[in-house]
């Protein structure tokens, strides 16, 4: 990947291979990248606020937006428009990342009759799974949370045709540019016919930021583009988030599919630098 960037120290690299050299060379270096980035998150509260990096109050507008943008897709992809009409197909999405279960409560558990979580770090999971209990929650067709995998990413692999969204939010920049094609191209088997991938994740203005502290990636649009490519996924849509602080990186929403588009849906963004950034 032929993309400059640097790292939270402000160390420069000339592109994304000197990078990942340095960084996961050999099978050790690899094997000590993901255990720092585990190990990272394992010292945070388990709490919507712990997991936002202390940015918890971001909660509202992210969900907001990313609920605009679900619903927009479920009307083109689906025909379906709202999650009373989820009554019509048995819908199942998988959260990637999902961390204390914030995008799953706030949002999934509302549109699928069935939401599976996977998540590497044990404490949060089991927030999630006591947040999402029966009793904790109710929803008006009674959609649930169904299996929580303690599982990384790079490490999943998603029974057949068992969903038809699965959402990737602020997680997939722990992933090596190797684990995160292998990820798609793995989970795309567990896709339902017509059903496609939401990745919303921070963006760095040019190349890369890479954090030294919990050992994740912010990569540019462009270099998302390239590994979408390399994962043979098509863009069917994308989005900017509106309405978070200033000084965290920028935020998009991309749905990808297995399918060629007749055409790529997209809004204008305007250029924004890089800038310390969350999340989880």
């Known amino acids: 990947m032929e993309l400059g960037g640097l790292d939270s120290h402000g160390r420069q690299f000339k592109n994304a291979d000197e990078m990942w050299n340095d960084q996961v060379g050999d099978s050790t270096k690899k094997t000590e990248w993901y255990r720092q980035g585990v190990g990272y998150w394992e010292g945070v509260e388990a709490s919507v606020d712990g997991v936002l990096g202390g940015y918890g109050h971001v909660n509202d507008a992210d969900i ?18 709202s999650s009373a009409a989820t009554n019509q197909r048995h819908l199942v999405a998988l959260d990637c990342g999902s961390g204390v279960g914030r995008v799953t409560k706030n949002l999934l558990i509302r549109y699928f009759n069935e939401v599976d979580l996977l998540e590497p770090v044990s404490h949060f999971l089991e927030k999630a799974r006591e947040s999402l209990a029966p009793e904790n929650h109710m929803t008006a067709d009674m959609n649930k949370a169904t299996n929580f995998f303690c599982v990384p990413l790079q490490e999943f692999t998603p029974d057949a045709g068992r969903y038809d969204v699965i959402w990737v939010q602020w997680c997939i920049g722990h992933l090596t540019d190797d684990d995160f094609v292998s990820f798609f191209k793995r989970a795309k088997v567990g896709l339902k016919p017509g059903g496609f991938f939401v990745l919303k994740e921070n963006i760095a203005r040019n190349g890369f930021v890479l954090d030294n502290d919990d050992r994740s990636i912010t990569r540019s649009d462009s270099y998302f583009k390239e590994l979408f490519h390399q994962c043979g996924l098509h863009l069917y849509k994308l989005k900017d988030q509106k309405g978070l602080p ?25 250029v924004r630098a890089n800038r310390p950034g969350i999340i989880k």
């Open 64 to 81: 907001m937006g990313s609920e605009a943008f679900l619903n927009s897709l479920f009307s083109e992809r689906f025909s379906i428009a």
């Open 246 to 270: 200033e000084e965290l990186f920028a935020v998009k929403m991309y749905a990808l599919t297995t399918d060629v588009p007749k055409k790529v849906h997209h809004t204008r963004s305007k």
